[in-house]
């Protein structure tokens, strides 16, 4: 099958942002000067620069604290009666997956998580977490990691080896040696990221810290504080 061919129209008005969005869905924003792919970009887009482009990038993942507020209201948060993943009763629960698994909510997420991780110095090498809970976030922060040109690699940690193969606990394109940030929804006791973080550090991988969705200030902090990881997250409990 031949490839598409794209024409430039002889007469161009500059494009609307929504024009502008569609272009970058559709055309990745090369990292290295390459004429073809620049001439087919502005077919499209007008006279818009390459770092034009990018900025709008940027723009269309920026976080917003208060969508993500919304986003949590709107579609996770549940009252009743709950018994926690810690053993813990509770009487809300908050089912991250349900914006974690959601268009803006990955969007939103991945943003505010990496504006986190860029702002480490160095920036740690990946990101990663407990399967299954954390592989959407993984996948979201690389994917806006990417439109950003940043190298930034994602990786999962199982909750047992595998009994075949590799038989390795931590999977993706990581090696013994490099810096990591560990990725969770909810933090209550903090267990499950804590045991992320563990296996991780069993691989090889140096820990840098834990980046959850919200924090529900029920002993996590301290549990990260005891092992000597650092706990930041976007939202806590005090925030609704």
């Known amino acids: 099958m031949k490839p598409k061919t794209f024409m430039a129209s002889s007469a161009k008005a500059p ?44 723009c269309m993942n920026t976080y917003d604290r208060e969508q993500l507020k919304s986003l949590l209201r709107e579609h996770s948060l549940k009252f009743g009666n709950f018994t926690l993943a810690s053993g813990k009763t ?8 349900r914006i974690t698994l959601h268009p803006q909510g990955a969007n939103v997420i991945a943003a505010g998580m990496l504006e986190l991780i860029t702002a480490m110095n160095p920036m740690p090498q990946a990101v990663g977490g407990m399967a299954i809970g954390a592989d959407p976030i993984t996948a979201a922060i690389i ?19 595998k009994d075949h193969g590799t038989g390795r606990q931590v999977e993706g394109p990581v090696e013994p040696g490099q810096e990591v940030v560990i990725v969770e929804d909810v933090i209550t006791s903090g267990g499950s990221a804590l045991a992320a973080a563990e296996a991780a550090q069993a691989f090889g991988l140096r820990v840098r810290g834990v980046i959850g969705i919200i924090d529900r200030l029920a002993g996590g902090e301290a549990a990260f504080a005891a092992k000597g990881i650092p706990l930041q997250t976007l939202l806590t409990v005090r925030d609704f």
Do not use: H, W
Request: glycine share 8%.
């Open 90 to 97: 509770a009487s809300y629960y908050l089912d991250c997956r």
């Open 143 to 161: 994917t806006v990691a990417g439109q950003r040109n940043l190298p930034l690699l994602g990786f999962m940690v199982r909750k047992e080896p």
């Open 15 to 58: 494009p609307s942002p929504s024009v502008a969005r569609q272009v970058l869905r559709r055309i990745p924003i090369p990292t290295q000067p390459n004429p073809t792919r620049e001439r087919v970009i502005r077919s499209f887009a007008g006279d818009l620069s390459l770092d034009g482009l990018r900025g709008i990038i940027r």
